[in-house]
């Protein structure tokens, strides 16, 4: 009894990760983009602070939801500083969009320079410390992380009367294993694409995805201050 509980808690933190981290956004197109320039140390950092920070929301949220919270509490919570986010979240995708376009830059200029295939794609790599954090600051930035997991939880109709501490190992163990599910299948799709246009253009992909999300963090700052 006890062991399909904890499975039941496994599933649910499965199919909620799988969820939360399926939409397209700055997260997933970084990822996509170190898969790409074959930088694997960098990757690994980055999804490992998604994961962690993902992981640890969720448990938290959990937490929220078994002490029988209203949802009012949470979704207060979310318009009382939902001003800060958003500007947390529009530096952190300004700060991406630099990136991607300051990286192509070097990268046509390697291009220039008649740099191999594979030097052209594992330049500029980044420290993984730095990597770490911006996966765990782009993951606490998204403003609906936490309303989305408390509701989750919610929705699970959780009324099951085990020790907490039992239950952190399915629940992190869930989330890891959907994340990670998600994060493989868009390096698959990355794949998929031909591979060799995407190592001659590889900086021009950057440059597009940098001017993106530049001009989509002007638009979020134009609505955060307008509307």
Not at 20 to 41: E, M
Not at 43 to 54: K, N, P, V, Y
Not at 143 to 152: G, R, V
Request: overall charge positive; some cysteine.
């Amino acid at each position: 009894m006890f062991i399909d509980v904890l499975f039941i808690y496994f599933a649910a933190a499965l199919l909620g990760g799988l969820v939360s981290t399926s939409p397209p956004g700055p997260l997933n197109i970084q990822l996509i983009i170190l898969y790409l320039k074959k930088q694997k140390k960098n990757l690994f950092a980055f999804q490992s602070g998604i994961i962690l920070t993902d992981a640890i929301v969720c448990f938290f949220a959990y937490l929220i939801a078994d002490q029988t919270v209203h949802a009012e509490f949470i979704l207060n919570f979310q318009k009382k500083h939902s001003i800060f986010l958003n500007i947390i979240f529009i530096i952190f995708i300004l700060t991406l969009g630099f990136t991607f376009v300051i990286n192509s830059r070097r990268n046509a200029v390697n291009l220039e320079n008649n740099l191999s295939a594979t030097d052209k794609i594992i330049v500029s790599e980044t420290n993984l410390i730095s990597s770490f954090f911006k996966g765990i600051v782009g993951t606490l930035t998204i403003p609906s992380l936490l309303p989305f997991w408390y509701l989750w939880w919610i929705g699970q109709d959780i009324s099951d009367d085990y020790p907490v501490e039992y239950l952190i190992l399915p629940i992190f163990l869930g989330v890891y294993i959907g994340d990670i599910a998600i994060f493989k299948l868009y390096r698959l799709l990355a794949y998929g694409l031909n591979k060799k246009f995407m190592q001659i253009k590889i900086h021009k992909i950057e440059a597009f995805v940098g001017y993106l999300l530049i001009l989509s963090a002007a638009i979020l700052l134009f609505k955060t201050m307008y509307f």
